[in-house]
DNA sequence: ATGGTCGCTTGGCGA
């Protein structure tokens, strides 16, 4: 089973480059986040097409936006509201496989912070923290519990030195400071995960799903950051079998400022 | 230290 997440800024404005990486990967499951349109006027009828009949889609006009699109049929869809916003950050859903037990799989647009890493004079910030927190303290209030779990995500934390350009340069950079990687870090060990993408590619190696738009040449540099992220349940650890980025969608025309991230469970 | 670019929507916000 092929899980592919892409933060693709606007689904309906790429949607040709979606079907490029349909056609090229084929993913068996595709999280996408910051859709930016609402629920009327998502493309289902288009994605069906591509061979994705199960959706499940949360999404409000002009900001952020969660969608999973799958091959396999999806149960209990849930959208959840956190720090008492209804921003379209999370969306849930089973994957029902035969080969598998079922997957419980969430999709998470993390706040992104602002620009001050401060969460007294930035309130962006301060909103990031109090939605990692909030994730992290119901993770840890949860009595039933699924087995199998998958979590992708744009989850906007660059959490290892090789997830950044520059470690030294970037730790007072939103994304890559203490604070968050540390907050991070506890909502990784509030749940049952693992960093499938880094049992694959050793966590000495640079790797990067993000490049900013504000650049004349992103490869001139290079100088990404891995926001991206999957994770899997303990428990589907040893089925991770590969795990890759699809860079060149970042020289595609009109790209998004992110690029997909794919696992494989065996 | 500053400004650089996108997308949505047509001014300004969020990234």
Same mark, same amino acid.
């Given at each position: 089973?092929?899980?592919?997440?892409?933060?693709?800024?606007?689904?309906?404005?790429?949607?040709?480059?979606?079907?490029?990486?349909?056609?090229?990967?084929?993913?068996?499951?595709?999280?996408?986040?910051?859709?930016?349109?609402?629920?009327?006027?998502?493309?289902?009828?288009?994605?069906?097409?591509?061979?994705?009949?199960?959706?499940?889609?949360?999404?409000?006009?002009?900001?952020?936006?969660?969608?999973?699109?799958?091959?396999?049929?999806?149960?209990?869809?849930?959208?959840?509201?956190?720090?008492?916003?209804?921003?379209?950050?999370?969306?849930?859903?089973?994957?029902?496989?035969?080969?598998? %037990?079922?997957?419980?799989? &969430?999709?998470?647009?993390?706040?992104?912070?602002?620009? +001050? =890493?401060?969460?007294? $004079?930035?309130? /962006?910030?301060?909103?990031?923290?109090?939605?990692?927190?909030?994730?992290?303290?119901?993770?840890?209030?949860?009595?039933?519990?699924?087995?199998?779990?998958?979590?992708?995500?744009?989850?906007?934390?660059?959490?290892?030195? %090789?997830?950044?350009?520059? &470690?030294?340069?970037?730790?007072?950079?939103?994304?890559? +400071? =203490?604070?968050?990687? $540390?907050?991070? /870090?506890?909502?990784?060990?509030?749940?049952?995960?693992?960093?499938?993408?880094?049992?694959?590619?050793?966590?000495?190696?640079?790797?990067?799903?993000?490049?900013?738009?504000?650049?004349?040449?992103?490869?001139?540099?290079?100088?990404?950051?891995?926001?991206?992220?999957?994770?899997?349940?303990?428990?589907?650890?040893?089925?991770?079998?590969?795990?890759?980025?699809?860079?060149?969608?970042?020289?595609?025309?009109?790209?998004?400022?992110?690029?997909?991230?794919?696992?494989?469970?065996?």
């Amino acid at each position: 089973m092929k899980i592919s997440t892409w933060n693709i800024n606007s689904v309906r404005l790429r949607l040709s480059s979606l079907a490029q990486i349909i056609r090229d990967i084929c993913p068996d499951v595709i999280c996408l986040q910051e859709t930016k349109v609402t629920n009327e006027l998502f493309p289902s009828k288009e994605l069906s097409a591509l061979g994705y009949p199960y959706q499940a889609v949360a999404g409000m006009k002009s900001y952020n936006g969660v969608a999973i699109l799958s091959r396999l049929p999806l149960t209990k869809i849930i959208v959840r509201d956190w720090c008492k916003k209804a921003d379209c950050r999370h969306i849930s859903a089973i994957i029902q496989d035969t080969t598998f %037990s079922p997957i419980e799989l &969430h999709n998470f647009y993390i706040p992104a912070g602002g620009d +001050t =890493p401060n969460p007294i $004079e930035n309130e /962006k910030f301060a909103h990031k923290l109090a939605f990692l927190k909030e994730v992290t303290e119901w993770q840890k209030s949860r009595t039933k519990k699924t087995k199998n779990m998958v979590l992708v995500g744009d989850l906007n934390i660059a959490p290892l030195p %090789s997830d950044v350009w520059s &470690h030294k340069q970037l730790l007072k950079v939103v994304s890559h +400071t =203490p604070i968050e990687t $540390e907050a991070l /870090k506890q909502l990784q060990i509030s749940g049952p995960w693992v960093d499938a993408v880094r049992k694959i590619i050793p966590p000495q190696k640079n790797l990067f799903t993000w490049w900013s738009y504000r650049s004349k040449d992103w490869t001139k540099n290079n100088r990404g950051r891995r926001l991206d992220h999957i994770w899997v349940s303990e428990s589907l650890k040893q089925n991770v079998s590969d795990a890759n980025v699809y860079q060149d969608t970042r020289s595609w025309e009109r790209p998004s400022d992110h690029i997909p991230v794919t696992i494989t469970l065996s």
